[in-house]
Each structure stands twice: as C-alpha cells, then as structure tokens.
C-alpha cells in the first residue's frame, strides 16, 4: 500500500495566487481530514470527509479556503488568493474508521509558502 | 472549547534513561487518548492508544490515563537517540474527530 499520497510536497507563490493542494487517500479508507501545522497553532483540523461528504469544516479558516472529496479517491484543498499568513505545513490524513477516528495516517504533507 | 495541553519542552533525557511525556485535556467526556510520535519534517505517526484508566504497555512504550485527572502520560524506557521526536498527544471527545496538543520535543542524547 503506497499510504496518503499528497501533492506537491513544496509549494512557493506569491501573495493572491491561487494554491490547490492534492491528496489520494489510502483505498478503503471512508474518512478524509486535512490539517494544518504550525509552530504557533500547533496541528489544526481544517476539514473532516466521511464517505466523500463534509462532515466538519468549523476548522476552515475563512471562505479563501475551499475543500472538494468528488470521489473516494481524491481531495483537493483550494486557497484563493493566498495570504503570507496561510504558510504552514499541510497534512492530509484518511481512517478506516467512521467514528472514533482510532488511527490517522498521514501524507508526507505539503510545505506551503507564500511570499 | 476543547482543549489538550502538553509542555512544548524540549525534555532532555540521557540514553537508557526513562523518558515521561504528560498531557491534560479539558473535555471531561473525553473518550479515547492518542500518542502520535513525529520526527522532524515528517508526518505524524500513531504508537499508543489507550481508553480506560490504567496502564497500557507496548514494547518500551507505556500510555498511563487518569480521566478524573483528565491526565493521560507516554512513558518511553531504556529511551533511544533514535526516540527523539516531538511527542503530540490526541483525545477524542465524539465530536467527530481528533483533538491534538501541540507537541512535546523530546531529545535523546548518547
């Protein structure tokens, strides 16, 4: 099993560019989350899926920020324009489990900066 | 607000030595206790998950929880170079998902 596959691992754009961040859950695996880290916040929860469907999106910052789960295969998580405060590190995770959320596991994360 | 608290550190220990992580947590209707381990420019990984009060044991790795405390510790043994990480401690509490600290770094010198 490859795990979370997310893309790009690096992303650099300037100030009101939009950013599209990519994840390809673990096959099988019914919830979705994306995080995001920072050493102030700590790791935050932006946006749960649970069988492709938004079940949380309290953590989504503000409406710059926008995620899609058009099939159980594939996440997007879209910030448009982008701010020098969004960069932090992006974690995309999936579980097997539908409540509970017993085990995450992770992506290798995207490191976002805006300039 | 549902709030997991954890000493940023870094906590420094000597090889072979036992290395204790705490966290408190605010929701007393907390259900489940995590222990994710992740290693610099890495993802989170999880080593330890506990539910009721007590001790689990894992190998080196010891979760200990407390809920009339709201306290729940990661005990690392015979600690290793290779146990340096940043600690970051997760409680569920059934409103849909995790709850994470923000990490204790841990350093483990030969």
């Known amino acids: 099993d490859a795990g979370v596959i997310q893309s790009p691992r690096h992303e650099v754009t300037e100030m009101g560019q939009e950013v599209t961040l990519r994840c390809k859950p673990i096959s099988g695996h019914n919830s979705l989350f994306w995080y995001r880290q920072t050493m102030m916040r700590g790791l935050e929860l932006l946006i749960y899926?649970?069988?492709?469907?938004?079940?949380?999106d309290s953590g989504m910052p503000e409406d710059r920020f926008s995620a899609k789960m058009p099939n159980a295969s594939f996440s997007t998580l879209k910030i448009q324009p982008s701010e020098p405060r969004d960069s932090a590190v992006y974690f995309c995770?999936?579980?097997?489990?539908?409540?509970?959320?017993?085990?995450?596991?992770f992506g290798s994360g995207t490191q976002l900066s805006v300039l | 607000q549902k709030e997991v608290e954890q000493n940023s550190g870094p906590l420094s220990v000597p090889e072979g030595a036992i290395a204790s992580l705490n966290c408190t947590y605010s929701d007393r209707g907390s259900q489940s206790f995590f222990w994710y381990r992740q290693y610099s420019g890495k993802s989170p990984e999880l080593i330890m998950s506990i539910y009721s009060n007590g001790d689990k044991e894992d190998g080196r790795f010891t979760a200990q929880l407390n809920k009339a405390s709201q306290y729940v510790s990661l005990l690392i043994r015979d600690s290793q170079p290779s146990d340096s990480a940043t600690y970051l401690c997760a409680v569920y509490s059934g409103y849909s998902t995790l709850t994470f600290g923000k990490g204790t770094m841990l350093l483990v010198s030969p």
């Open positions: 995770a999936s579980s097997p489990y539908s409540v509970g959320n017993e085990k995450l596991f």
């Open positions: 899926f649970n069988n492709n469907v938004p079940i949380d």
